[in-house]
T-cell receptor, first 112, second 112 residues
Framework: GQNIDQPTEMTATEGAIVQINCTYQTSGFNGLFWYQQHAGEAPTFLSY????GLEEKGRFSSFLSRSKGYSYLLLKELQMKDSASYLCAVTSVSGGYNKLIFGAGTRLAVHP | SQTIHQWPATLVQPVGSPLSLECTVEGTSNPNLYWYRQAAGRGLQLLFY??????ISSEVPQNLSASRPQDRQFILSSKKLLLSDSGFYLCAWAQGHQETQYFGPGTRLLVL
């Protein structure tokens, strides 16, 4: 079967660093995405990892270990506007097509 | 650049009434198109995807149907809404099935 686990909620302080973990089990793995979703809005793309290692993009970095079925999203120099849900999604090949399977998301609250 | 539109933004409908949600994409051709539903506090559930005009794949049996009458138009429909159809409906596009999916602004549906 397919399963994606990420913490339900996290809190952090403005200016700090936070790491949001995601573990997955899926067949036909073909990459992992992180999306940010502010309350009441659509998800926006943050990062994509298909190879093991760290991808850095400004204040955000994403890490993947395919052998461990594990990824994390690292947010540095936290800002109040980073308060949002962070969705981990894995691509799974089925019927010849890639499909995105989403986790339930991690709600991050950034406090002053 | 590519843009994706959804309407209406919000909708309140009585149980048993029909539904039609529309999604259009601009600035690209032959995109893959997707319909997701997000129930309150839960992850995104893939409902339908389409790789071309008239080609629809359904992910879960349900009260809904989808159609793609034009290359960049994707419609989600129901003949009779149920209370359980309430949720946040998101349309997404990708250029090819291995590419990043980009989401539209969503339609918030409340069935009473």
């Amino acid at each position: 079967g397919q399963n994606i686990d990420q913490p339900t909620e996290m809190t952090a302080t403005e200016g700090a660093i936070v790491q949001i973990n995601c573990t997955y089990q899926t067949s036909g793995f073909n990459g992992l995405f992180w999306y940010q979703q502010h309350a009441g809005e659509a998800p926006t793309f943050l990062s994509y990892n298909v190879l093991d290692g760290l991808e850095e993009k400004g204040r955000f970095s994403s890490f993947l270990s395919r052998s461990k079925g594990y990824s994390y999203l690292l947010l540095k120099e936290l800002q109040m506007k980073d308060s949002a849900s962070y969705l981990c999604a894995v691509t799974s090949v089925s019927g010849g097509y890639n499909k995105l399977i989403f986790g339930a998301g991690t709600r991050l609250a950034v406090h002053p | 650049s590519q843009t994706i539109h959804q309407w209406p933004a919000t909708l309140v409908q009585p149980v048993g009434s029909p539904l039609s949600l529309e999604c259009t994409v601009e600035g690209t051709s032959n995109p893959n198109l997707y319909w997701y539903r997000q129930a309150a506090g839960r992850g995104l559930q893939l409902l339908f995807y389409s790789v071309g005009i008239g080609q629809i794949s359904s992910e879960v049996p349900q009260n809904l149907s989808a159609s793609r009458p034009q290359d960049r138009q994707f419609i989600l429909s129901s003949k009779k809404l149920l209370l359980s159809d309430s949720g946040f409906y998101l349309c997404a596009w990708a250029q090819g099935h291995q590419e990043t999916q980009y989401f539209g602004p969503g339609t918030r549906l409340l069935v009473l």
